[in-house]
């Protein structure tokens, strides 16, 4: 989703909860983990995109997390492997 300039991978709502997703993917783990790709600056723009979505699109009283997904496919015959981090911060350390 496009937030003026700014890019929102995924945005989900269940009632008052309103989650943003960053997801980042790789085709193996090695050597950094997707997750360990999502730094300072890259949580900041989410941060700031999320602020300008509910702002524009008046969703409300809504509480908002940003979460995130790290794909990896190497899996038996390219299956993916997922890791979900709720309420991210950084640094971002894969487990």
Same mark, same amino acid.
């Given at each position: 989703?496009? /937030?003026?300039?700014?890019?929102? @991978?995924? !945005?989900? *709502?269940? +009632? ?9 993917? *790789?085709?193996?783990?090695?050597? !950094? &983990?997707?997750?360990?790709?999502? +730094?300072?600056?890259?949580?900041? %723009? /989410? %941060? ?8 524009? %699109?008046?969703? +409300? ?5 940003? @979460?995130?997904?790290?794909? !990896? &496919? @190497? +899996? ?5 492997? !997922?890791? #979900? #981090?709720?309420?991210?911060? &950084? ?5």
């Amino acid at each position: 989703m496009r /937030v003026g300039r700014l890019e929102l @991978d995924v !945005v989900a *709502r269940r +009632g008052s909860l309103l989650v943003v997703c960053e997801v980042r993917s *790789r085709t193996n783990a090695r050597p !950094v &983990f997707p997750a360990e790709t999502i +730094g300072r600056k890259k949580l900041e %723009r /989410v %941060r700031r995109a999320t602020a300008i979505l509910l702002r524009e %699109r008046k969703l +409300g009283r809504v509480h908002a997390r940003i @979460d995130a997904a790290a794909v !990896v &496919f @190497d +899996g038996r015959d390219g299956e993916p492997r !997922v890791e #979900y #981090y709720e309420n991210v911060s &950084f640094p971002l350390r894969h487990a």
